[in-house]
């Protein structure tokens, strides 16, 4: 018997408990409708938007470059890869410079998705191979596709040098700073 008067006790001690703790639950949420509730349900709603920040890293401002633009200084008449950090996950395919512009696609070789963010960055050089402008290429995958056809790996691009530089460039150097398929 005083094992089962001992349960019982147990489970009145649980019980009350339990239901102090709604009691201050519903107090301190103001689950009642009190004036507290009423004062959180009127007006607009604040939006939380959540922040980070970690301790050394700047946030970037601009487009993504290439420092490689730099560092390469290509003979007239040619075009060259730049060096990026996604040269791992793609090849260039079918280029072509005429002067007034360069074109060509950008086959993704990581895996078989939609490329749904790219950028292609193109360096202009003189007869020197010195950089003497740039110009891009972006491409976002719009949110409206569906996926009923196979996926797009191949990305086509063309890239018009700048006015500024227009009858001086005559090389060019290719690279992609921002590459990001599913």
Same mark, same amino acid.
């Given at each position: 018997?005083?094992?089962?008067? /001992?349960?019982?006790?147990?489970?009145? $001690?649980?019980?009350?408990?339990?239901?102090? #703790?709604? &009691? =201050?639950?519903? @107090?301190?949420?103001?689950?009642?409708?009190?004036?507290?509730?009423?004062?959180?349900?009127?007006?607009?709603?604040?939006?939380?938007?959540?922040?980070?920040?970690?301790?050394?890293?700047?946030?970037?401002?601009?487009?993504?470059?290439?420092?490689?633009?730099?560092?390469?200084?290509?003979?007239?008449?040619?075009?060259?890869?730049?060096? /990026?950090?996604?040269?791992?996950?793609? $090849?260039?395919?079918?280029?072509?410079?005429? #002067?007034? &512009? =360069?074109?060509? @696609?950008?086959?993704?070789?990581?895996?078989?998705?939609?490329?749904?963010?790219?950028?292609?960055?193109?360096?202009?050089?003189?007869?020197?191979?010195?950089?003497?402008?740039?110009?891009?290429?972006?491409?976002?995958?719009?949110?409206?596709?569906?996926?009923?056809?196979?996926?797009?790996?191949?990305?086509?691009?063309?890239?018009a040098v700048p006015g500024d530089v227009s009858g001086?460039?005559?090389?060019?150097?290719?690279?992609?700073?921002?590459? =990001?398929?599913?």
């Amino acid at each position: 018997m005083k094992t089962r008067s /001992g349960i019982a006790a147990a489970l009145s $001690v649980f019980a009350i408990c339990a239901v102090v #703790g709604v &009691a =201050v639950y519903a @107090a301190a949420t103001g689950a009642h409708g009190d004036a507290r509730t009423a004062a959180s349900t009127a007006g607009p709603a604040t939006q939380f938007t959540p922040q980070s920040t970690f301790a050394g890293l700047t946030p970037s401002t601009g487009n993504p470059e290439l420092e490689s633009l730099n560092l390469v200084h290509p003979s007239p008449g040619t075009i060259v890869a730049a060096a /990026g950090p996604f040269d791992d996950r793609f $090849v260039l395919e079918d280029l072509t410079f005429d #002067g007034g &512009a =360069v074109w060509g @696609a950008v086959r993704v070789t990581s895996d078989v998705s939609d490329v749904l963010d790219l950028e292609v960055l193109a360096g202009f050089y003189d007869a020197d191979g010195v950089l003497v402008g740039n110009g891009r290429f972006v491409h976002h995958l719009s949110e409206d596709t569906t996926h009923i056809e196979p996926p797009i790996e191949r990305q086509e691009f063309t890239i018009a040098v700048p006015g500024d530089v227009s009858g001086r460039a005559v090389a060019v150097s290719i690279g992609v700073p921002v590459l =990001v398929n599913e």
